[in-house]
């Protein structure tokens, strides 16, 4: 008889990350359901799980230019399954599924001062240069605020019921 395995221990409580596109590619995986991070490379997503909570900074509205956003454009949830290839005319971008919430776009500045990875830090946009970082869920829950989400991350509307 073969032996038990342990099964892999899961968090329960979903990460939250920041991923970083110009908006016009945001609203292109916005409008087919999936995200993509840095310039369509897979390390980067194999850290996120399915449940976890993605949000969108747009530095800039279109790619490669200078027409500056800085904005929060978009926020979802991951979908269960593993990150994925797409093709697109020869270039093969990893993706990932994400359930979008509606939302409206909100712009960074207002927020700065309240972010933990922005409060008191003059050189806030060069973490923004990894493309994707993992923040507090209180962080989260501030940027959903600001984006008027639908929905809210699962813990404050847990924390809502019980008040």
Request: hydrophobic share 40%; aromatic share 10%; charged share 25%.
């Amino acid at each position: 008889m073969p032996k038990a395995q342990a099964l892999a221990p899961t968090s329960l409580v979903p990460k939250c990350w920041v991923a970083v596109a110009s908006a016009e590619h945001v609203r292109i995986g916005r409008t087919h359901g999936f995200m993509q991070v840095c310039h369509g490379k897979g390390t980067p997503l194999r850290r996120i799980s399915p449940g976890d909570w993605i949000v969108y900074y747009s530095p800039t509205e279109t790619f490669g230019s200078n027409d500056r956003l800085q904005a929060f454009t978009a926020i979802g949830v991951v979908k269960s399954g593993d990150p994925y290839r797409a093709d697109m005319d020869g270039f093969r971008p990893f993706r990932r599924d994400v359930r979008w919430i509606n939302a409206a776009e909100a712009p960074i500045r207002p927020l700065l001062d309240a972010l933990s990875f922005s409060a008191d830090n003059r050189n806030w946009g060069y973490q923004l240069r990894l493309g994707l970082f993992e923040i507090e869920r209180r962080d989260m829950r501030r940027i959903a605020r600001a984006m008027n989400a639908s929905v809210l991350p699962v813990e404050e509307l847990l924390v809502a019921r019980v008040a």
